[in-house]
């Protein structure tokens, strides 16, 4: 059959803003995230991590929030550049701490308004 | 330091081919994951290596396999090519040990088509 491209959830956000991407992610046995950049034709670049006993994170200019109750994962930017913009990725480990079986969301498109 | 390098960056094949593509960790990093892509189904895991041994394993076929050498370095291989096998395929590396996760880092990967 016709492949169909996943459909990407869209942010467009006015350049110096902040923005937020949301996640939701599927195991409650998770213990380690990450969020990814991607940008056309790129790999997926590190933005930052978070460990399952910790709720929020914080590097320059991102925010890491988790949720575990409801399984929620969020990226905060601030002040948000034209360079910000890409697809955002969620990763959850689903496998014992150390080793690495990521299981990634669907991604956000962020577009930023210069 | 230098990233993650995989090669080839592009590659066409035809159906029933098989291919090899290579990834080359950062110093000093020993797990080396690799990932498909694909506008349909995203990114997925495909395996796990760490110290020369398959550690973890993604729901792909057996046409699907993958080594590491001893300087950490990994290969993945993929037989009788099909036409949805095209794709980005992304390999992951991170220090793999002590018990804990680390970053994981990619490299740009290698697209692969097939015709």
């Known amino acids: 059959g016709e492949s169909v491209g996943l459909h990407l959830p869209t942010l467009s956000v006015q350049e110096g803003d902040n923005s937020i991407i949301n996640c939701a992610y599927s195991?409650?046995?998770?213990?380690?995230f990450i969020w990814y950049k991607q940008e056309s034709g790129k790999g997926p670049q590190f933005i930052i991590d978070?460990?399952?006993?910790?709720d929020k994170r914080q590097g320059q200019r991102v925010t890491v929030l988790l949720n575990k109750t409801v399984k929620h994962l969020s990226l905060q930017i601030a002040a948000t550049q034209p360079g910000d913009s890409a697809v955002y990725f969620c990763?959850?480990?689903?496998?014992?701490?150390?080793?690495?079986?990521?299981?990634f969301g669907k991604g956000t498109k962020l577009s930023v308004i210069p | 330091k230098a990233g993650v390098t995989q090669t080839p960056r592009y590659l066409i094949k035809t159906r029933g081919q098989q291919v090899t593509l290579s990834c080359s960790p950062i110093?000093?990093?020993?797990?080396v994951s690799w990932y498909q892509q694909t506008p349909g189904q995203g990114l997925q895991f495909l395996f796990e290596?760490?110290?020369?041994?398959?550690?973890n394993k993604g729901n792909f076929p057996g046409r699907f396999s993958g080594r590491q050498f001893s300087n950490s370095r990994s290969e993945m291989n993929v037989s009788t090519l099909e036409l949805g096998d095209s794709a980005l395929y992304l390999c992951?590396?991170?220090?793999?040990?002590?018990?804990?996760?680390?970053?994981?880092?990619f490299g740009q990967g290698t697209r692969l088509t097939v015709v």
């Open positions: 195991n409650s046995a998770s213990d380690y």
């Open positions: 990763a959850e480990n689903m496998s014992g701490a150390g080793s690495y079986q990521l299981t």
């Open positions: 992951a590396s991170s220090l793999g040990s002590g018990g804990t996760n680390t970053e994981a880092f």
């Open positions: 110093s000093g990093h020993r797990s």
């Open positions: 978070i460990r399952s006993n910790m």
């Open positions: 290596y760490f110290s020369e041994t398959q550690r």
